[in-house]
């Protein structure tokens, strides 16, 4: 069995294919259901990564499935054939690099971006809860992880970026000339409109107002917190909304062209930011239309990502040195690991055949090696897998196995 993954991101696919192929809160069970179903016989652990740019699922199991498994995926969330094509694959040591680089955000839309390391670790903790995520694909995200986390340390990948949060800040910067006097209304309560809350609040923003499907208590830091309004009064938040941020879990979008056309006849056309943070997408892309809406999307969050790119582009390029190093250390360590194993396991069956007059003389000589190859009881291959093992290894090897 080996690593293996298999997704689209924003390199890839175009938003439109992006919010087909994701897994969220309203399809998790039914995808953990499906895959264990499906592929439980040739898969030992998975698990999957969605965020507003990619989603990934990670596996171990029998090498050469990952195209199958993707096809059925495909199938089994109802993504148009064309979402195939923008699929990429990875295996083995060419998939873990991926996953960190992945999870320091060297793979991100934004250079160094922060959030996704905890995006990273909060799916691993999910799934892992969840009973898929566990044996060798656990140890390797273990590992995955402070590889990630060593990457950011050691360089300036992530100096100064803009999160999600913040670009979205710097939009409302670039579009009121004192975003200070603006009414915020934010739709959600996950940990990305709490960000964005946070984020606007300590830049002056004040006047802040939210909805969700359910009532909520949220605290944003030790001098702010605000209780959400329920989605149903969200049609009467709106009319008096300059900035409306929207970041929900939704298959559809919850916010329509007429809702805002509606708002914008009672607010007498006054200008209305809409930045929708969804992925499924939350708002109509027709609100477009509308004359004195202005709708940002993830897509168009591209356009503001280029602050101190050259800085974050040089150090970038340490982190993934980084990456490969500690890659390459991490395979000797387990390559070395697996051949004390396996010699270890050798020297079992060797220690089991031996008489006890063999034995003695085995560890009264000098070379245990060499007098191992003039016994009889030692196959050809069990003297491969201790060939490189020196005569004091060897030794410690066997009193360790008789004292067991």
């Known amino acids: 069995m080996e690593l293996q993954l298999f997704g689209i991101n924003h390199k890839t696919s175009k938003l439109s294919e992006r919010e087909l192929f994701i897994i969220n809160d309203s399809n998790q069970d039914d995808f953990i259901n499906f895959f264990r179903e499906k592929f439980g016989h040739f898969v030992e652990s998975f698990f999957a990564l969605s965020t507003c740019n990619r989603t990934e699922i990670y596996y171990f199991g029998?090498?050469?499935?990952?195209?199958?498994?993707?096809?059925?995926?495909?199938?089994?969330?109802?993504?148009d054939d064309y979402v195939r094509d923008s699929l990429y694959f990875f295996d083995d040591k060419a998939a873990i690099e991926h996953m960190c680089c992945v999870a320091s955000g060297?793979?991100?839309?934004?250079?160094?971006?922060?959030?996704?390391?905890?995006?990273?670790?909060?799916?691993?903790?999910?799934?892992?809860?969840?009973?898929?995520?566990?044996?060798?694909?656990?140890?390797?995200?273990?590992?995955?992880i402070s590889i990630a986390k060593a990457a950011r340390t050691e360089t300036k990948v992530g100096y100064n970026p803009l999160s999600v949060s913040g670009l979205s800040l710097k939009i409302v910067q670039e579009i009121f000339e004192d975003p200070t006097q603006q009414k915020l209304t934010i739709v959600g309560a996950g940990q990305m409109a709490m960000n964005v809350i946070e984020n606007f609040y300590e830049n002056g923003i004040?006047?802040?107002?939210?909805?969700?499907?359910?009532?909520?208590?949220?605290?944003?830091?030790?001098?702010?917190?605000?209780?959400?309004?329920?989605?149903?009064?969200?049609?009467?938040?709106?009319?008096?909304?300059?900035?409306?941020?929207?970041?929900?879990?939704?298959?559809?979008?919850?916010?329509?062209?007429?809702?805002?056309?509606?708002?914008?006849?009672?607010?007498a056309n006054k200008p209305m930011l809409l930045i929708d943070l969804g992925v499924p997408r939350n708002v109509e892309d027709q609100v477009r239309d509308l004359e004195f809406a202005y709708?940002?999307?993830?897509?168009?969050?591209?356009?503001?990502?280029?602050?101190?790119?050259?800085?974050?582009?040089?150090?970038?390029?340490?982190?993934r040195h980084i990456i490969k190093d500690r890659i390459k250390s991490l395979s000797n360590d387990r390559f070395k690991r697996q051949y004390r194993n396996e010699a270890y396991e050798a020297l079992k069956i060797i220690s089991s055949s031996l008489n006890q007059q063999d034995y003695y003389e085995l560890l009264s000589t000098d070379d245990p090696y060499q007098f191992l190859q003039k016994i009889d009881v030692v196959s050809a291959d069990q003297l491969s897998q201790i060939s490189a093992l020196n005569s004091h290894a060897i030794f410690s090897m066997l009193k360790e196995i008789r004292s067991a």
Do not use: H, W, Y
Not at 250 to 267: F, N, Q, V, Y
């Open 62 to 79: 029998e090498p050469g499935t990952s195209i199958l498994i993707a096809q059925k995926t495909l199938e089994f969330l109802g993504c």
């Open 106 to 144: 060297l793979d991100s839309q934004v250079l160094g971006e922060q959030e996704i390391l905890g995006q990273f670790k909060k799916s691993v903790q999910n799934f892992t809860k969840l009973g898929v995520l566990n044996k060798q694909l656990l140890k390797a995200t273990d590992e995955i």
């Open 206 to 267: 004040k006047n802040i107002q939210a909805a969700n499907r359910s009532r909520k208590f949220l605290q944003i830091n030790n001098s702010f917190s605000l209780v959400t309004n329920n989605l149903s009064k969200l049609g009467s938040l709106i009319q008096t909304t300059d900035i409306l941020v929207t970041s929900v879990n939704s298959p559809l979008p919850i916010i329509g062209k007429g809702l805002i056309e509606d708002a914008m006849r009672l607010r």
């Open 295 to 319: 709708l940002f999307t993830i897509e168009d969050i591209e356009l503001v990502t280029q602050e101190n790119l050259d800085e974050r582009s040089a150090e970038a390029l340490k982190a």
